[in-house]
């Protein structure tokens, strides 16, 4: 009807001024009403948009944190190292393998050296095992040397020249020759001293097992030339032999793991520290990843102990074990040399606490990792490569329920800027209409802003306006989103404030499944009434 009339009044007012065009001079125009109005109603978006576990995404993705399963379910995730292992690092045998041998009453008492003329060669001959030291209960098999030498000294006070060759059918060269060296006693004067060291590198090395000990055999060759001169008591030759830096290449044997493997320290879980908000989440489904990459040829069991989660405000709560544990760490075999196994334990809510642990929002996480043989194989292998690597992972699925949390999206409008001059608005009547996927009961508010963001009003007075959760089936997966519709009276002067900020607030506490395409999906319109007022026409 209002359309009807505002054409109406144009044609009436167009055709008095073609009637009367003839007699110009006798139209008054200040005859003409200035009280025309023509009132109309006008209908425009003010804001749209949609909120929803995309913004979750995109606040924590700047971090590295989110990602997804391949059913698009939502997940956190934070990855540290706790421990790394090379042997190379390690001192697993001792420097320093210090031996003596002498020789002294039994050449004097000897009845062939007694018996020689001058000239004559003699040979006293004593062979010699030597126990391998090694650090703990470890027991050394055989060794290929990377580095290392062997310092032999020697003092004569035999007033004789003559010889002195030490073997040991133990010790190989890289082509397999049994290791030799002699060494000349040229001074016969009885004040004869002598040193030598030898490179070991590449060098083999067996031992045989006595009792609880690795031992390994030298063989001295001492050889005495007649001199004519007499031994006389107190006389001797003592040889002095000296392992240093024994490096390995490789090592065979049985190595005591806890001698390789043991770390303790405290993650930092920055995921809870970056985000405190995250505190309010009560996780359905933690777990902790643990992978392990190893190349060491000893297979053996990791022990997590004294695993303890700190949450800001100094509360605690010690991980428990209730299966699985410890984990049989799985390494590579003998035909496996220089190949790493891989091992995946998991810790979840079945094999422990973990759910208690992880709720209380842990900032960091403290451990201690000690390895032990069990009933796992004693015979190992090492390499100068070999290396133990665990990483740890925790992994937060968003299968949760959730308290005080709230999404918020700033929008902005500014109905001036699209052509519409807001002071012929005299009223206003703003329509919310909303379709909410997630399947949590939430409370929306929309808050005015000023081009500062500073908070001007709300467009709902009061209460915010409750928005019911979607339906979802029992794996959590959309089946019908929730829709609402809200008429509410605004003030025409708010129009040109510029700015809305939706904030939604959770109202409820329940557990459920988070994925990526779930939504909150807005419109605002408003309806308007214009009033032209045409006075000065």
Aim: aromatic fraction near 12%; hydrophobic fraction near 40%.
């Amino acid at each position: 009807m209002r359309k009807f009339l505002f054409y109406y009044t144009i044609f009436l007012m167009t055709g008095g001024l073609f009637l009367n065009s003839c007699q110009k001079e006798q139209f008054q125009l200040d005859k003409l009403s200035d009280e025309i109005e023509i009132h109309t109603d006008l209908v425009a978006p003010l804001l749209y948009g949609s909120m929803g576990m995309g913004e979750i995404v995109a606040q924590f993705d700047s971090s590295g944190y989110v990602g997804e399963f391949g059913d698009g379910l939502i997940y956190l995730t934070y990855t540290d190292t706790a421990v790394d292992v090379m042997v190379d690092t390690l001192n697993l045998v001792v420097d320093g393998l210090y031996t003596e041998i002498y020789f002294d009453t039994e050449i004097a008492d000897d009845p062939i050296f007694i018996g020689s003329s001058i000239g004559d060669t003699v040979h006293f001959i004593k062979s010699k095992y030597y126990g391998v030291e090694t650090r703990g209960d470890n027991r050394l098999d055989s060794i290929v040397f990377k580095g290392g030498e062997l310092l032999t000294e020697m003092e004569s006070t035999f007033r004789h020249a003559g010889f002195l060759t030490i073997s040991s059918t133990y010790i190989r060269d890289a082509d397999g020759n049994p290791y030799t060296y002699t060494m000349t006693i040229s001074d016969p004067s009885g004040n004869f001293n002598w040193s030598e060291s030898e490179d070991l590198d590449g060098y083999f090395m067996r031992a045989e097992q006595s009792g609880d000990s690795s031992v390994f055999r030298m063989d001295y060759d001492f050889a005495l030339i007649n001199s004519g001169n007499p031994v006389n008591p107190g006389e001797f030759c003592e040889i002095k032999s000296n392992f240093l830096d024994m490096g390995f290449y490789n090592l065979y044997g049985f190595v005591d793991p806890s001698e390789v493997v043991t770390e303790s320290g405290v993650l930092d879980i920055p995921i809870y520290a970056d985000f405190p908000e995250l505190a309010h989440l009560k996780l359905a489904d933690p777990r902790i990843n643990i992978f392990t990459e190893n190349s060491l040829g000893i297979p053996f069991e990791l022990s997590l102990d004294s695993v303890i989660g700190t949450a800001e405000d100094g509360s605690t709560e010690t991980l428990e074990f209730y299966s699985g544990h410890p984990f049989i760490i799985p390494a590579p075999s003998i035909d496996m040399l220089g190949e790493t196994a891989d091992g995946e334990f998991y810790i979840n809510n079945q094999t422990s606490n973990i759910q208690d642990l992880l709720n209380i929002a842990p900032h960091t996480l403290s451990y201690k990792v000690t390895a032990n043989i069990g009933s796992q194989n004693q015979s190992h292998f090492l390499l100068d490569t070999s290396r133990f690597m665990t990483e740890v992972e925790i992994l937060l699925p968003m299968d949760l329920s959730i308290t005080e949390y709230a999404l918020t999206d700033t929008l902005e409008f500014a109905l001036g800027a699209d052509g519409i001059d807001t002071s012929l608005i005299k009223h206003v009547v703003v329509n919310l209409s909303t379709s909410n996927e997630l399947p949590i009961e939430l409370g929306l508010q929309v808050y005015l802003l000023d081009a500062s963001d500073t908070v001007l009003d709300s467009l709902l007075n009061g209460d915010p306006v409750f928005l019911a959760s979607s339906e979802v089936d029992s794996d959590g997966k959309l089946l019908l989103a929730s829709e609402t519709s809200h008429n509410i009276d605004f003030p025409t002067e708010k129009l040109g404030w510029g700015k809305a900020r939706m904030v939604t607030a959770e109202s409820g506490g329940q557990f459920v499944k988070f994925y990526s395409d779930y939504t909150l999906d807005f419109d605002i319109s408003f309806y308007a009434e214009l009033r032209i007022n045409n006075r000065d026409l």
